[in-house]
């Protein structure tokens, strides 16, 4: 079992960047999938981007060229760079792990990003 504590959400205004960061602990972080995921009020909850434990990465056609996953296998966090921020990026964003992609996986308790004037 891993457990996960997201951080850097925050008010910012349309064009703007945040950078995302999930810790993780509890269990050998390099070999999860990790994922960002969010979700906006009255919506389900969608994938934002995702990376394996080679580095392997994935993204949801309407943040492609603006967000950005990394991890850092030695400190045990992923993170999300957001750049370009719209109005409609404002969510509750969740961090994920998991051993497979057919998996649920642990989830953090998320982080609020607002994007607005």
């Known amino acids: 079992q891993v457990q996960l504590v997201e951080s850097g959400g925050d008010l910012v205004q349309p064009g703007g960047s945040l950078r995302l960061s999930c810790a993780a602990s509890?269990?050998?972080?390099?070999?999860?999938?990790m994922g960002w995921y969010r979700q906006a009020p009255g919506k389900q909850r969608e994938l934002v981007a995702s990376i394996t434990g080679g580095g392997s990465t994935n993204y949801a056609d309407s943040v492609k060229g603006r967000f950005t996953i990394s991890r850092d296998n030695a400190k045990n966090t992923v993170y999300l760079q957001m750049n370009s921020l719209k109005p409609e990026d404002t969510a509750v964003y969740y961090c994920?792990?998991?051993?497979?992609?057919?998996?649920?996986?642990?989830w953090g308790q998320g982080t609020q990003v607002t994007v607005s004037v």
């Open positions: 994920n792990a998991k051993l497979r992609p057919e998996y649920l996986g642990s």
């Open positions: 509890g269990s050998i972080f390099r070999i999860y999938i």
